[in-house]
């Protein structure tokens, strides 16, 4: 497999993993796929968020920072009429707040469930912006359709699982390990 469609699949697949993430987290506790599942897709799509920034740099800016924010600016350029390059470090936020976030939730599993529903949402809100962003607003033909079709089926769930009332788990999470 060439430098590109490594590029291009280790997005694909970790938008995937996100996607899957999210619609995992709306659907609990109706759904009863235990922690470590969920946790190990979004592990996986942190990973494959990674892996994507490592391909983007090596395959197409040669672990040039410097030539990745001009890309950056000439594509924003293209597409909003703004030379602007610091797209390149909302993508590095995202992989540290991703990164961090699935640490977090290894390290100390409890305190990670009790976490502020503010930094969920946050986080959360904050990835489907760049998501957004690069699926609809900087891509076109098959993959803005496939990344309107995903935002129209998580906005479906989430419309689903909004107003229902919680379910009475009669188990606990798992303890601690």
Known sequence: MDGPLITA??????????????VLRMVHPWCRLSEGVRRAIWT????????????????????NHQHAYAETARQTYEVLGVHFGGGIYVN????IVWLAD???WWAAPRAYRQRSPWWERGMIGFFLF?????????????????GILGFVLLAVVWGMTRHRSPVVVPHAEPADR
């Open 44 to 63: 996986a799509g942190c990973a494959l968020f990674l892996a994507h920034i490592a391909a983007g740099m090596q395959f197409y800016h040669h672990w």
């Open 9 to 22: 699949w280790t997005i694909r697949l970790a938008l995937i993993a996100l996607a899957s993430s999210l």
């Open 102 to 104: 699935t640490v977090w």
């Open 92 to 95: 590095h936020l995202m992989a």
């Open 130 to 146: 760049i998501a957004f962003n690069g699926l609809v607003v900087f891509k076109s033909g098959g993959l803005r359709i496939a």
